[in-house]
């Protein structure tokens, strides 16, 4: 089993339309994480949700919007798509009790999001 | 957030060992020294992390200097499948698995 799994691997779509991105992890973990990965392969962080509760919002414009409708699932909804928003998006889990606990986060495989 | 310097880029041969380097001059006492490497068209995968002592387990070794301004990871005998970009990120402090990633260094393997 896949501990990280995310849906869709690839999404191709029009400028100004809707998306969503699933995770879920089965690792059992507190924490889940959206990660984006721009064309020059730099790695940010965008949200983390511990205990389905928002801890980190990475100043991210306003049309991205997580949900987490449990522990183990974590969406990312994208409103009117914008060319730049073009990316790969990674989720990760971590069993992150508490900040600096030096956890190891899992990622999953990566969403291509291309908007055209 | 503290910052690494890594080569941009690293050559190695089948299995002989790999150091990887990172220098972090401006590592605070609580941050960790994680690794974490990406293979092609997949996710960032853990490799190790520490605090102040050298670490192994089965995929690698970290080395951390005393001073903790430098780690190097080590990767006892290469393989073909080693090749990946690898991270050296500090996390600590306050966050909540808050990975700075940089540009990494890009470890190609001959066979």
């Known amino acids: 089993d896949t501990a990280v799994s995310q849906t869709p691997k690839y999404l191709v779509t029009q400028m100004g339309n809707d998306k969503s991105i699933k995770c879920e992890q089965n690792?059992?973990?507190?924490?889940m994480y959206w990660y984006k990965q721009d064309s020059k392969k730099f790695l940010k962080i965008m949200f983390s949700?511990?205990?389905?509760?928002?801890?980190i919002n990475e100043t991210v414009p306003n049309r991205f919007s997580p949900k987490s409708p449990d522990k183990a699932h974590l969406n990312l909804h994208i409103n009117s798509l914008e060319l730049g928003d073009s990316a790969v998006y990674f989720c990760?889990?971590?069993?992150?009790?508490?900040?600096?606990?030096?956890?190891?986060?899992?990622f999953g495989s990566g969403t291509q999001l291309s908007v055209l | 957030d503290a910052k690494t310097t890594q080569p941009n880029s690293m050559e190695s041969n089948e299995e002989e060992p790999v150091h990887l380097p990172c220098n972090h001059s401006?590592?605070?006492?609580?941050?960790?020294i994680h690794w974490y490497r990406q293979l092609p068209s997949q996710g960032p995968e853990y490799v190790i992390h520490?605090?102040?002592s050298n670490v192994n387990n089965r995929m690698a070794s970290l080395a951390i200097a005393e001073d903790r301004k430098s780690s190097t990871l080590i990767l006892h005998r290469a393989t073909l499948r080693d090749a990946a970009v690898y991270y050296c990120?500090?996390?600590?402090?306050?966050?909540?698995?808050?990975?700075?990633f940089g540009q990494g260094t890009i470890l190609t393997v001959h066979p």
């Open positions: 990760a889990s971590s069993q992150a009790t508490r900040p600096g606990s030096g956890e190891k986060l899992f």
């Open positions: 690792l059992g973990h507190d924490t």
């Open positions: 949700y511990n205990n389905k509760e928002l801890i």
């Open positions: 401006t590592i605070s006492g609580t941050d960790y």
């Open positions: 520490g605090l102040t």
């Open positions: 990120i500090l996390a600590g402090g306050t966050s909540y698995g808050k990975l700075t």
